[in-house]
């Protein structure tokens, strides 16, 4: 059964980071390539970051280039997402995504696989 499940979100101030964890806990995705997407109430989903299935590859939205990182640890089925920097517009629900298309260095197009979400909230 193909579950995900996020971690980490929470309350943080303007130039403060967080780290995000989403686990595979069915090992459903162990060969596919994750992702991170963010939404805010009354906008469509956005993409984030996303990690091929090895972990040797990456691809960020601008948004996310040089404060954000994402990365993978196959032991642990679980992706991170460290997101330094934070400004009062990264406040946003963060979703984690598994199994989508994924192109090393363009994008990641997402599947119908999707976790519950985790709330990051930045103050200023």
């Known amino acids: 059964q193909a579950q995900l499940v996020e971690s980490g979100g929470g309350l943080v101030q303007a130039g403060g980071a967080l780290t995000l964890s989403c686990e595979d806990v069915?090992?459903?995705?162990?060969?596919?390539?994750m992702g991170w997407f963010r939404q805010v109430p009354g906008k469509e989903r956005e993409f984030v970051a996303a990690?091929?299935?090895?972990?040797?590859?990456?691809v960020y939205a601008d948004l996310a280039k040089d404060r954000f990182t994402i990365s993978r640890d196959s032991a642990e089925n679980t992706i991170y997402l460290r997101m330094n920097t934070l400004k009062p517009e990264d406040t946003a629900v963060y979703y984690c995504?598994?199994?989508?298309?994924?192109?090393?260095?363009?994008?990641?197009?997402?599947?119908?696989?999707w976790g519950q979400g985790t709330q990051v909230t930045v103050s200023s």
């Open positions: 069915g090992l459903r995705f162990r060969d596919e390539p």
């Open positions: 990690v091929s299935w090895s972990g040797e590859t990456t």
């Open positions: 995504n598994a199994g989508g298309q994924y192109y090393s260095g363009l994008y990641y197009y997402p599947s119908e696989f």
